[in-house]
T-cell receptor, first 109, second 112 residues
Framework: EDQVTQSPEALRLQEGESSSLNCSYTVSGLRGLFWYRQDPGKGPEFLFTLYSAGEEKEKERLKATLTKKESFLHITAPKPEDSATYLCAVTGGGNKLTFGTGTQLKVEL | SQTIHQWPATLVQPVGSPLSLECTVEGTSNPNLYWYRQAAGRGLQLLFYSVGIGQISSEVPQNLSASRPQDRQFILSSKKLLLSDSGFYLC???????????FGDGTRLSIL
């Protein structure tokens, strides 16, 4: 059974204070790892897909990296508008994704 | 471009009443469709998914059912709601199973 564990559960940063979120996964034959951003009361918004170890993707202040056991979402010089819950999900094929419970990020002025 | 519509945004229902939540996708054909429930502080629980019209896979035994009467329409139903059915319900679509899923804005369901 696929499993995803995200840490920390919650993270509070000052504006400009860079940090990383972790997503550890167990899956039989990774076919894709996905990062999402979810704002309160909204559906998750797709950010990145990573397919193989060593792959990296960037978007504005966010950069996602992947190893054989985990993925990191690096946030560089965050702003208050980056505050959200960040979700990680994996698929080993088939028609389903397995989601972690997310990291709730709060960026303060 | 593709869009997904989910309604209503908020719903308050009495225990024992029926339920029908609807989701439609525009701008794509034969998508995979998904229903999730998200409890506060918890991850997304997959309830049902469909790879085609009339094809429904159930992930969790429960008081709910799903139907796909048209290619881009996915409906979540219940004949009699329980208090435990309260939660945030999300519909999603993808091109195929190993591709990113794209979510609607969800329905907040409260059972009284």
């Amino acid at each position: 059974e696929d499993q995803v564990t995200q840490s920390p559960e919650a993270l509070r940063l000052q504006e400009g204070e860079s940090s990383s979120l972790n997503c550890s996964y167990t899956v039989s034959g990774l076919r894709g790892l996905f990062w999402y951003r979810q704002d309160p009361g909204k559906g998750p918004e797709f950010l990145f897909t990573l397919y193989s170890a060593g792959e990296e993707k960037e978007k504005e202040r966010l950069k996602a990296t992947l190893t054989k056991k985990e993925s990191f979402l690096h946030i560089t010089a965050p702003k208050p508008e980056d505050s959200a819950t960040y979700l990680c999900a994996v698929t080993g094929g088939g028609n389903k994704l397995t989601f972690g419970t997310g990291t709730q990020l709060k960026v303060e002025l | 471009s593709q869009t997904i519509h989910q309604w209503p945004a908020t719903l308050v229902q009495p225990v024992g009443s029926p339920l029908s939540l609807e989701c439609t996708v525009e701008g794509t054909s034969n998508p995979n469709l998904y229903w999730y429930r998200q409890a506060a502080g918890r991850g997304l629980q997959l309830l049902f998914y469909s790879v085609g019209i009339g094809q429904i896979s159930s992930e969790v035994p429960q008081n709910l059912s799903a139907s796909r009467p048209q290619d881009r329409q996915f409906i979540l139903s219940s004949k009699k709601l329980l208090l435990s059915d309260s939660g945030f319900y999300l519909c999603a679509w993808s091109v195929r199973g190993d591709q990113p899923q794209h979510f609607g804005d969800g329905t907040r369901l409260s059972i009284l």
